[in-house]
């Protein structure tokens, strides 16, 4: 099941010596949802969904939410042509066609500097830095098929909107530009926080999932995965790690139904959430969105 199609040679070899390791600590985990998340990695994970740089996926029939590093990321594509006639209004309610079901495809771009920096993370077990590397992009490839709508997909569509709403910057990393376009449009600030949010929220879950397969697995010194995460400021990683806390007794069935989460004092979250998990999503190996 933990196909890796990319082009780094650690990464084959250590998968090769743990996978079944893996695989054994994923279906006590994931439980009766392991046979499905199996079949759609062997839909999905085609060759073309491993892109071995961040920006070799570009491609104007498809949108995602880019960051500007050149890390490991999952990538959740969105084709154009599905999102033609829907929006978000002001209060959070995704405004789409009946009919609408998005098309979208999932890709894992794995960069040798993403792996450098799991050393860091990895404490005394760094030699397992290639492996637990594929890993995280792997468990952000189960959120995105095992979640009724993807928190990923969620993200691309609060970011199509805000793009269509005048935002500006190319890249979401690119906070400079971000802020500037803030202050410039107030119509930003709502979908700009909750999208910052469920980015921080979906790592979060990540995180917390990817160090249960570790220990599962006999690796047991994982707690530095969230203390040494690159890039994040001390109160982002708090936040981040409050989030995988709440996730400790082993029951992730918050992130697979993160949608139902309702929010009182926040509307715009909480409608946004409703809705958008009312559309269709039409999961498709990434040559098919590509292939238009
Ligand atoms: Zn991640």
């Known amino acids: 099941m933990l196909l890796y199609r990319g082009a780094i040679p650690q990464v084959h070899a250590q998968l090769d010596y743990v996978r079944p390791l893996a695989e054994d600590a994923m279906r006590s985990l994931f439980g009766d949802r392991y046979d499905e998340l199996e079949h759609e990695s062997s839909r999905l994970l085609v060759p073309q969904a491993f892109v071995d740089s961040a920006g070799s996926a570009e491609d104007p029939r498809g949108v995602d939410a880019p960051l500007k590093d050149d890390d490991s990321l999952f990538r959740c594509f969105l084709d154009k042509r599905s999102v033609d006639g829907m929006d978000v209004s002001y209060d959070g309610n995704v405004t789409a066609a009946e009919t609408c079901a998005l098309r979208t495809s999932p890709a894992i771009s794995m960069a040798p500097s993403g792996i450098a920096n799991k050393y860091s993370m990895m404490g005394r077990n760094r030699g397992l830095a290639p492996f637990a590397s594929y890993l995280h992009e792997f468990v952000h490839f189960s959120n995105y098929c095992l979640q009724h709508f993807p928190m990923s997909l969620a993200n691309a569509v609060l970011f199509m909107s805000m793009r269509k709403n005048g935002l500006t910057a190319q890249s979401l990393d690119d ?70 806390e709440s996730l400790k007794d082993g029951d992730f069935s918050a992130v697979h139904r993160w949608h139902e989460k309702t929010e009182p004092d926040r509307p715009y979250r909480t409608n946004f959430r409703a809705t958008v998990s009312e559309i269709g999503v039409e999961r498709v190996p990434i040559e098919e969105l590509w292939s238009w």
């Open 175 to 244: 906070y400079e530009h971000v802020l500037d376009d803030m202050s410039a449009n107030p119509d930003l600030v709502l979908p700009m926080s909750f999208f910052s949010d469920m980015r921080y929220a979906e790592e979060a879950y990540t995180l917390a999932i990817e160090g249960e397969i570790l220990r599962r697995m006999g690796v047991d010194d994982t707690c530095e995965l969230f203390g040494a995460y690159v890039g994040r400021n001390e109160k982002e990683k708090a936040e981040m790690k409050n989030i995988a």
